[in-house]
């Protein structure tokens, strides 16, 4: 049997990292959870994850953190193939787009269907079928 596959979760809000996790750890993979892109990236080089799930939008007082565009295109720099998916309050067409010509691998809004339509983009991205 494959061993498990590992997902990084990098998101600001403790109540969506906690949402994101349990629904993902049921679905039996592994996960890792960061507040920030920096941590993330730092992680990078210690264990390289299957897919990474990211969030747009970081706010924090105390210091300056990278913003969810700037962290992808560290990942891309160092793994062009990583696959990501964005999370995001934004349905802005425009972000969405500009995403999509990073080359984005999904654009999720955090709504009501967070967790479910998480789940189908992750399951298309690593579960592909033949």
Partial sequence: MEKEKLIYVVDDDPFILKLVEKS??????????????EECLKALDEEVPD????????????????NGKEVFNTIREKFPSMPVIMLSGQDS????????????????IKDSSLTRNLLESVKDILEPVE
């Fill in 24 to 37: 993902l750890e049921k679905e039996g993979y592994r996960v890792r959870l960061f507040e920030y892109g």
């Fill in 51 to 66: 897919l990474i799930v990211l969030d747009y939008l970081f706010a924090n007082r105390e210091k300056e953190v990278m």
């Fill in 93 to 108: 067409g425009g972000v969405v787009l500009e995403l999509a010509r990073l080359g984005m691998n999904d654009y999720i």
